[in-house]
């Protein structure tokens, strides 16, 4: 019986290295680092691994081979650890296993998003072992979470950025707002029974839609009408936001322009008695003119793609959608 | 082209209509009201309804129809109020939509919870527009995601009350602990291609197993061996938790015994130096015999479960592994 006892002990030993191996490949290389390197922190703190071991007995209990579900054994310990993770903040816990808590090693942003973002990954390599072929409505949608999370981290990123260039702003708020547009479209698209190139087509719709939708919100907080807005005038420039616009002024700015731009970020934002003498400064340099003409551009991009929806009222429907949401004023 | 206009606004009214229709009824008649109130609180909270608008245009613009994507269109907008909960968190904002945010009307874990759930919802309600036969393992994932959720709530709610039944505490480990254990057994089994009775034994299996494992969890904290155990003994009566064996010893105590009790609920919790006077209480009182007991009753059921396992390797193992945890000693 000692033997049998040793014997579960090597199988439990062998099966648990090598879930660890597949946890660790599951969350290299994926980017940003400021999310990636806490989830690991988290998922590297060692724990019984208990969970991913009853996935593989189970499986085997029916008879499946162990080589089928290790991202099944994977994906529920992701989601044991996004438990943790956020439970540790609810608690106020200092330590687990031994070890600082993420909340406490890094802050609670980082610990909510480390959190919602090992569910997500948990989600997509559960994903990895469905055999149905029709499970890409589920990837999409996993896909779209991931994104909507890795879109936010670089958003806090970006708060305590000197610099941020137009093109990481544009990666970010591709990820942050214009993911999950696409996957609205896409799942709509792949329930709908569309074709690939369907679906393609629709995808990018939403995708460069998100995009307009985004940088009109940018240019709304300085050009809306206060009574219609519903929010203060400016409030991107109160709370020292790196919007389109602002990143955009900076780089053309000179001079006292310049200086008068740059204590928005040394001073982590501004008055709001001082909105009117920037939204001066952004009409001098033209920004608003160019996020129009950018918002008329990603919205272009958008209508073409829709020239593969024969239904025209459906088709009707979304470039009406997205031309509401251009020439909306709140 | 004004009529054409006004005939999709008419659209887009009487779709959204039914969105919101649908978000109520996914919300509706959940349980505990603590994580559900303010679920409903933020989905009612208006919002154009522009990705859920997006499904259903585009399952149209595919040849689908309105009634086969409801149940995805009210999904995005979960899955987009999830992140809004947690991104009003992580930038400490006060309103939304016009309205006090979650972590502000309510504190701060309700709104990490809220936001979590809505997205375990999110797939759940994603789930329900799925065509596939064998999306069963997904499924079950998702109801492990709810069921932890819903657990932690019950949790953070037993720590401010003064009563909590044995049976509600039962209920609370349930799907805090439990629920994950019974998933994995359960996912594996599917994939596994175990049939209907074997995927309901394993699941059982794992069911019990994990409530065994969260009763050993509350008798080691007593009984443990500093050395050998990471954490501190006592850490549960430090901190004023409501375990099984303080539940149980608190209905069975008279005199000053319930007095000392009644003190750790009324001070929420007690001095590390008097821990060793409490376990003096639980074992004249013999809770730690019975909290004993328990585990190994609900080892039993789980290991009758495994009696449907004919592969001897697989039940052999299963079984080393409910052994190995119920004589752990950390």
Not at 22 to 30: A, C, Y
Not at 94 to 109: A, C, F, M, P, Q
């Amino acid at each position: 019986m000692k033997v049998l006892q040793n014997e579960f002990a090597v199988l439990y030993e062998k099966q648990r290295l090598k879930i660890e191996d597949k946890i660790s490949r599951v969350l290299i290389n994926r980017k940003p680092e400021s999310l990636y390197e806490p989830c690991s922190y988290i998922m590297q703190s060692g724990g019984k691994r208990l969970r991913p071991l009853l996935v593989l007995f189970s499986a085997r209990a029916c008879g499946g081979e162990f080589k089928n579900a290790y991202n099944a054994a994977a994906a529920v310990e992701l989601l044991h650890n996004f438990t943790l993770v956020h439970d540790d903040i609810m608690d106020n816990a200092d330590k687990r296993r031994g070890r600082v808590t993420t909340h406490k090693k890094y802050d609670l942003s980082t610990a909510i998003l480390t959190g919602d973002n090992l569910l997500a990954v948990a989600y997509l390599t559960l994903l990895k072992d469905c055999r149905e072929n029709d499970k890409s409505v589920l990837a999409t949608f996993t896909q779209g979470v991931i994104e909507v999370c890795e879109g936010q981290s670089l958003d806090k990123d970006f708060e305590v950025r000197k610099n941020v260039s137009l093109a990481e702003y544009l990666e970010m708020i591709n990820k942050k707002t214009a993911a999950l547009l696409e996957v609205c479209c896409s799942v709509g698209a792949q329930i709908g029974g569309g074709s690939k190139d369907k679906i393609k087509a629709l995808s990018l719709f939403g995708r460069n839609l998100g995009i307009a939708f985004q940088l009109q919100d940018d240019l709304l907080d300085i050009t809306a009408k206060e009574a219609e807005f519903g929010k203060i005038i400016g409030g991107d420039l109160v709370e020292g936001k790196k919007t389109f616009l602002f990143i955009r002024a900076l780089e053309k700015a000179r001079g006292k322009d310049k200086t008068k731009l740059l204590e928005v970020i040394k001073n982590k934002g501004i008055q709001k008695s001082q909105v009117g003498e920037y939204r001066d400064i952004y009409h001098r340099l033209g920004v608003l003119e160019e996020t129009e003409g950018e918002i008329a551009r990603y919205t272009r991009l958008a209508l073409k793609s829709l020239k593969a929806v024969e239904d025209e009222k459906a088709r009707g429907a979304l470039e009406w959608l997205a031309n509401s949401l251009i020439n909306r004023n709140k």
